[in-house]
């Protein structure tokens, strides 16, 4: 009682914490142990070459995915909700400060498995303006309904709170306009304009639905 409290954080990327690190990660929280894991998600397989991951959206352009990804990005915070005492947390920071710090704060002093994942844009997506405008893409990804922020404290449930915290509003800006400010959209836009145009109208469709999914949560979990 005399030695300070240890904190425990395990850091990963998308590639690791969605696709081939996966079962060791579900393994972690699955054990009910106190530590907490941060996922920095870019969205694609950064360090080793720009592979496409479980992580990257449809429509994205990526090593592996050079006509666009087809298939829908794996929801790594509904796999960890789906435990109900895991505390799950989906962040970024150009987007909401304060939001972010109330995450690593509740996570910290939650007492059992805990994972925050934050939107972290990198080089492969080709930031218009380059990688020095990062916190703005990262609020330019929540306004336009690309990504969205949310808390779930499962120590809520014990006083009668619900549980779930939507934190990010409806969006206020174009979907179309965000995604076609990075060049792993855009360069599918001008090289097979039909294409992207079938996997955009896709993609777009699924945040709405991904949004409308996370406002029905809220009345599941009261």
Not at 162 to 172: E, R, V, Y
Request: charged share 25%; hydrophobic share 35%.
């Amino acid at each position: 009682d005399l030695l300070s409290k240890k904190s425990v954080w395990i850091f990963g990327g998308d590639g690791w914490a969605y696709d081939i690190g996966f079962g060791g990660l579900d393994h972690v929280i699955a054990s009910g142990e106190d530590v907490n894991i941060l996922v920095l998600d870019t969205e694609v397989y950064s360090n080793t070459g720009g592979q496409a991951s479980k992580s990257t959206p449809t429509g994205a352009i990526a090593e592996f995915a050079a006509a666009g990804k087809v298939t829908k990005k794996k929801d790594l915070a509904q796999i960890a909700m789906s435990y109900g005492y895991v505390y799950v947390a989906q962040i970024s920071q150009g987007a909401d400060y304060a939001q972010c710090l109330k995450a690593f704060n509740e996570a910290e002093s939650y007492k059992g498995p805990s994972i925050i994942i934050a939107y972290a844009p990198c080089i492969n997506h080709g930031l218009k303006g380059g990688m020095g405008l990062a916190q703005n893409e990262e609020k330019a990804a929540v306004t336009s309904g690309y990504w969205n922020l949310f808390r779930f404290d499962p120590r809520k449930k014990d006083t009668g709170e619900n549980p779930f915290s939507l934190d990010s509003k409806a969006p206020t800006e174009s979907y179309r306009d965000f995604i076609m400010s990075e060049v792993r959209y855009s360069s599918l836009a001008r090289s097979k304009p039909e294409r992207a145009e079938m996997l955009f109208s896709i993609a777009e469709k699924d945040a709405k639905d991904r949004y409308d999914h996370l406002t029905k949560l809220i009345k599941l979990y009261e």
